[in-house]
C-alpha cells in the first residue's frame, strides 16, 4: 500500500510539473518578440535615462564626444546629411525592420531624433524593447537641435523639453482642483475601487 | 485570499468559502499523516521518526518552487504577497515555547486541533492550555509588548541578509531539504533497527520526488525571475504601425466637447504626471496615475474596470505618448492620448487667435467653438458640469500591511 502511495503521488507530482513545463511553452510560443520586459522599459524611461536635454547633448558637442554616438534620424525629412559624425537616417515605421536593428544594435551610443520629441521617445521606447543598449532620444526636435542647439545653445534653452508646463494653467482655466489643493493627489475614481484586507497566514 | 482576490480570479464574497475547504483539506491530509499522533511527532526529536520534518520540509520547497515558478507564469504577482514581519524577541522566546511544547505536549498548534478534533484527551487539554495562555497573554499584553514587538526588522528575507540571489537561495534550500531527507532516513533505520534497510544512498521511493524537486528548482534557477514579454503583449510591430499612423491622437477639440458636454462624455481621462501637478491643476473629472505607477497591479486593474475610453495627457504628448505605448503593449485597445498635451490645450484654446477669415464652414465652426470654450472654461463651466466628487480609491499596492501581522502555527 505505502509503495502504490508513493508510485500515486510522484506520479501526481510528475503530472503537475509536466502541466507547469507546457504551461511555460505555450506562454513562450505565444509571447510577442520582446528582450526587455515593459516594467524595465518603463524604469528607463521614468528614472530620466532616456530623454537628452538639450544641455547634455550641447555638452557631448561641446567636448567632442559625439564620435562616440551615432546620432539616428527618425523623421521623414530627406536632407538631414551631414549634421553629425556618426549619422543614421531610419523612417519611424521601418525602425523595427530586423537589418535597421542588428544595424542599430551593433552601435555603441545612440541619439535619436525626430521630428517631434515624442516621436524619438516613442522610438526609445521600442528599440529598448527591442534589446537595444545605450539609446536617448534628444529632447524637442530636429529643428530646435538644427537651429538652436548646434549654433549655440542659449541658456534659458537648457532643459527645454516638451514635458515642461508653458502656462499658468489655473489662472486660465476656473476648475475646482485648480483652487483648493487636493486631499489625495493619485486618488480620485468611481466607487468600487480594490479593497484588500490583508490577512497573515499561519497552520 | 490573497493574491487571488485582489487579483479579481475569485470573488471577495467566497473568501470564506475558500477557507473552510482548504481548511478541510488541510486538517484530512495532517490526520491521514498521522499527525495527530502526538508520539508519532515527538519522534522528531528522539530520532525513531522524522516525518513531520520531512512535511513540512516538503511543504516549504514545494510551496517555494510553486510560488516562484507561478509567478514567472504571471498566474501570482509576488508583489501583492503578504510577507510577515519579523519580531526578533518574540520569534526566538515564541521558537523556544514552541520547541519545549511540542516535545513536553507533543503536538503543535495546528496538529493538537487535528487531535482534539478526533477525541484525543490529552489533545483537548493541550488546546485548553493553549486557549489559557492566548487569554493571558491578551490580558498582560503591556507586560509582553516589549518582547513581542521587540527587535523589529520589517520584512526581510533570508537571501537578501545572507547576500544570495533568490533563485541560489531556494536552490540551496531544496539541496539542503533532500540532504536531510537522506540524514533523518539513515538515522530513523538506525534508530529503529530496521534490518532489510536499503543499502543506497537514498530509499529508492525517493528518486521520483528527489528529480521532479531537483529539477523544478534548477528551472527556477536558470530561468529569468521574469520573461520579458508576456503572452498577452501585442506585438512590437503592431505597437510601431499605430504609432507611427498617430492612431492613438485625440484632438484638443473633441477633449473640450466633452468637457463640455458631460452627457456626450465617454472619456475617462487620465493624468500621468506627477502627483503635486495633479494637485496644482488638472482637467475636471481628471484622475491621477503618475507614470511611473501605470503597471502596477492596483491601477492597472483600474483602467482595465472602465467601459470608458482612457485618454492620457501630460504638459506634452510625450509623457502620455509613453504611457499609451506601455498599456497597449499590455494589450489595452481603448486607450488614446491627447495631442500636445495641456500646452496644446492651451494653445488651442486660450492662447490662439480664434478669429478666422477662412469660406470654410468646419473651420468657422471650430474656431466658433474654440472661442466659446474659452468663455465657458473662463467661468468654471466644465468643473460644474462635471461631477468631481472625490472618492479616494485605495489600491492594493499601496495598502500596509496589518498591524498585527503575526501568524504562526
Request: net charge negative; glycine share 8%; charged share 15%.
Amino acid at each position: 500500500m505505502e509503495r502504490f502511495n508513493d508510485k500515486m503521488l510522484t506520479n501526481a507530482a510528475l503530472l503537475f510539473v509536466m502541466a507547469i513545463v507546457v504551461a511555460m511553452l505555450v506562454q513562450w510560443v505565444l509571447s510577442p518578440k520582446y528582450d526587455a520586459s515593459n516594467a524595465a522599459v518603463q524604469n528607463s524611461i521614468a528614472a530620466d535615462e532616456v530623454l537628452l536635454l538639450p544641455h547634455q547633448f550641447r555638452q557631448l558637442v561641446d567636448e567632442n564626444r559625439m564620435a562616440d554616438y551615432t546620432v539616428v534620424y527618425v523623421g521623414e525629412q530627406q536632407d538631414v546629411a551631414g549634421l553629425f559624425p556618426n549619422q543614421l537616417s531610419i523612417p519611424f515605421a521601418e525602425l523595427l525592420q530586423k537589418q535597421q536593428l542588428r544595424s542599430l544594435k551593433s552601435q555603441k551610443n545612440i541619439i535619436l531624433i525626430a521630428d517631434e520629441e515624442t516621436k524619438a521617445m516613442l522610438a526609445a521606447n521600442l528599440l529598448l524593447s527591442q534589446g537595444v543598449q545605450h539609446v536617448q532620444a534628444a529632447a524637442r526636435n530636429l529643428k530646435f537641435v538644427q537651429e538652436e542647439l548646434l549654433p549655440g545653445l542659449a541658456p534659458k534653452m537648457a532643459e527645454s523639453h516638451e514635458e515642461k508646463a508653458r502656462f499658468d494653467y489655473s489662472r486660465f482655466f476656473s476648475n475646482e482642483g485648480s483652487t483648493t489643493k487636493k486631499s489625495n493627489a493619485n486618488a480620485a475614481l468611481p466607487s468600487g475601487g480594490i479593497e484588500v484586507k490583508a490577512v497573515a497566514g499561519g497552520c | 485570499m490573497g493574491p487571488l482576490i485582489p487579483q479579481g480570479f475569485v470573488n471577495a464574497d467566497l473568501n470564506l468559502f475558500f477557507a473552510f475547504v482548504i481548511g478541510l483539506g488541510f486538517g484530512y491530509v495532517l490526520e491521514q499523516g498521522g499527525f495527530s499522533n502526538s508520539r508519532k511527532l515527538a519522534g522528531v526529536f528522539y530520532g525513531y521518526d522524522f516525518v513531520v520534518l520531512r512535511v513540512f520540509f516538503t511543504a516549504a520547497i514545494t510551496a517555494a518552487l510553486g510560488l516562484l515558478l507561478f509567478q514567472y507564469l504571471g498566474w501570482i504577482n509576488h508583489d501583492l504577497l503578504y510577507i510577515n514581519p519579523t519580531y526578533l524577541w518574540s520569534i526566538v522566546v515564541g521558537g523556544v515555547i514552541m520547541g519545549v511544547g511540542f516535545i513536553l505536549g507533543g503536538f503543535c498548534p495546528g496538529t493538537s486541533i487535528v487531535a482534539a478534533v478526533i477525541g484525543k484527551v490529552d489533545a483537548m487539554v493541550f488546546v485548553l492550555g493553549m486557549m489559557i495562555g492566548i487569554f493571558i497573554f491578551g490580558s498582560f499584553y503591556e507586560v509582553f509588548q516589549p518582547i513581542y514587538t521587540g527587535s523589529f526588522l520589517g520584512s526581510i528575507f533570508v537571501y537578501d541578509s545572507l547576500g544570495l540571489s533568490r533563485d541560489l537561495f531556494v536552490l540551496i534550500l531544496v539541496v539542503v531539504a533532500l540532504a536531510a531527507f537522506i540524514i533523518t532516513r539513515k538515522i530513523e533505520d538506525k534508530v529503529n533497527e530496521i534490518k532489510d534497510a536499503p543499502s543506497g544512498l537514498f530509499h529508492p521511493s525517493y528518486t521520483g520526488p528527489f528529480a521532479l524537486m531537483l529539477g523544478m528548482a534548477l528551472l527556477v534557477f536558470f530561468l529569468p525571475q521574469s520573461p520579458n514579454a508576456r503572452w498577452y503583449e501585442q506585438n512590437p510591430d503592431t505597437l510601431l504601425e499605430k504609432a507611427a499612423a498617430g492612431a492613438q491622437y485625440a484632438h484638443t477639440d473633441e477633449i473640450a466637447f466633452k468637457l463640455l458636454n458631460p452627457k456626450n462624455n465617454d472619456l475617462l481621462l487620465v493624468d500621468v504626471r506627477e502627483p503635486a501637478d495633479f494637485s496644482n491643476f488638472s482637467f475636471p473629472g481628471a484622475i491621477n496615475i503618475p507614470f511611473e505607477k501605470l503597471l502596477q497591479p492596483g491601477f492597472e486593474k483600474l483602467l482595465k474596470q472602465t467601459d470608458k475610453q482612457i485618454v492620457f495627457y501630460s504638459y506634452g504628448s510625450t509623457l502620455a505618448d509613453q504611457a499609451w505605448m506601455l498599456l497597449s503593449r499590455e494589450g489595452f485597445e481603448n486607450i488614446r492620448v491627447l495631442k500636445g498635451g495641456l500646452n496644446g490645450f492651451f494653445d488651442a484654446v486660450f492662447a490662439a487667435d480664434h478669429q478666422t477669415e477662412s469660406k470654410n464652414e468646419m473651420q468657422q465652426f471650430d474656431a466658433r467653438f474654440l472661442e466659446n470654450a474659452r468663455e465657458a472654461f473662463k467661468t468654471g463651466q466644465a468643473a460644474q458640469k462635471v461631477m468631481t466628487k472625490k472618492s479616494p480609491v485605495t489600491t492594493i499596492v499601496e495598502m500596509e500591511a496589518p498591524p498585527a501581522g503575526k501568524g504562526g502555527c
